[in-house]
């Protein structure tokens, strides 16, 4: 938060509000650049923060002097300003300057309205001054303290007309805030509701890792079955082979007579004596087989021969 420069040969006393804690007021003073000040500070003594309070024109840069607080009422204080210098004269045999006007600063705690539904705030802020001549006699001074102890607390709109640039500057620094705590809920519902769909997306992500890791396997058993399906397929292929192999072999071997030329038995063939043709090999009759008329070739009985049987064969 904000906080005074540095400086010296100022004036502080304390504020009090009732029971609550001590507040500490601080005034002008001198600052490093040799600087005569006129702000005022409030130091919360609780909570180690300072508030600058808005200061008018009547209050004058001093420093050296003495500041003491009366307390006319809870939450209405006056704080008297005496004495003091107006400026710093370094070096020199000069004597400093110095003030005998006296100046009442009239400090009120009011009630600053809080965002968010916290309670209400207090704040010591500076409702009047008086200097000079405008404080009179002590009668009329003491008549303007009884009418100023009848007077009702003030509020936050009646310290508005009196420091009204602080008032702004304090309600649009509560409209900021205001504003920046609906930023904050509307970016955290946002991230909320991505944070949700990025969850959504991860859930869904691992659904489909789960799924693919499944095909995959599955593919890679299906793969298996099918390479050991090959494997068994090229194994029978090669033991077919190998059969026929050994089948034609051994019909090879076979006597001429027990080879199987015959795609039909012979004795369902019955030739009915009737030629239709002669040649130099064999001569065709008129045969029945299974009821039906074919012609059969005969080899002449002369040249039927082992040699001769598979030259006709081929």
Known sequence: GPWPVGRAQHAACCLNYGEEHPQLLVSGGWDNDNNTLKDLWVLDVET??????????????RWGHTVTAFTLKPGLVEATVFGGSPKLVPGGDDPQPRLSETTILQLESVEIPTPGGRPSAREWVLVGVAKGTQLGSPERLREKRKMIS??????????????GDVYVELQASQERERTL???IATLSKRATAAEERATTAMERATTAEERATTAERRLAHSERRIDEAQRVAEEANRRAQEAEQRATEAERRLPIEDQPFWAVGREEIQFTGETLGKGGWAEVRVAKFRGVRLAAKCLHSQIVSPYNRDLFIR
């Open 48 to 61: 180690g923060t300072w508030k600058e309070l808005a200061v008018s024109e009547d209050v004058q840069p």
């Open 150 to 163: 009848k007077q009702p607390k003030a509020t936050a709109e009646a310290a508005h007309a009196n420091h």
């Open 181 to 183: 705590q609906a930023r």
